[in-house]
């Protein structure tokens, strides 16, 4: 028997979740949202996920409230912030990252997140050892670990992500602080 392909049958709220967030590329661009990428185009060259794909994925987290479209300070661009909604996906993103750090890496922790506010690198569990804390994805600073491979991706993103400790939520590529003109 062929699976459907919704769980619109399904009375269950995971079943429900799964109709927002288990569509294939779906959380790797909210983890992107939580790294801080904004624009259409750094989530095509970090994710390499087909056009298609991701308007569809973006469209489909803007229409359930996830992500909001915003226009990018250069009236060009749209941005894709996430909302209260959105953020609150934050354990579920981490919990995935740190079972998938724990069981099928070897080589160790491709991301470490430390607390913004005592720079302890916070537990597998989301909570901060140091002062026992559960920091929002916003009190976090992500950084390359050891087992990270800097020859594996090249894009703006990668690149940005091993400079050092980088802000969750922040935007990676923040548009350039305007200069008032000078006066004669």
Same mark, same amino acid.
């Given at each position: ?15 429900? =979740? ?158 350039? =602080?305007?200069? =008032?003109?000078?006066?004669?």
């Amino acid at each position: 028997m062929a699976l459907g392909r919704g769980y619109a049958d399904q009375d269950c709220s995971l079943a429900r =979740a799964l109709e927002v967030v288990g569509e294939r590329w779906t959380l790797l661009v909210l983890r992107d949202c939580f790294y801080g990428v904004r624009r259409f185009g750094d989530f095509h060259a970090h994710l390499g996920i087909p056009r298609a794909v991701l308007a569809d994925r973006l469209k489909a987290l803007a229409a359930v409230g996830v992500v909001e479209r915003r226009p990018h300070t250069t009236g060009v661009e749209v941005d894709y912030v996430l909302t209260d909604r959105g953020l609150d996906l934050w354990p579920i993103v981490f919990s995935l990252a740190q079972w998938g750090e724990r069981w099928l890496a070897p080589e160790g922790s491709r991301r470490l997140f430390s607390h913004a506010a005592c720079g302890t690198d916070i537990g597998s569990g989301g909570a901060c050892p140091a002062c026992g804390t559960v920091p929002p994805p916003a009190d976090l600073l992500i950084r390359q670990g050891p087992g990270a491979d800097a020859t594996l991706r090249d894009d703006r993103v990668s690149t940005a992500l091993r400079r050092g400790p980088h802000r969750l939520l922040t935007d990676l590529f923040p548009a350039p =602080a305007h200069t =008032a003109p000078s006066g004669s």
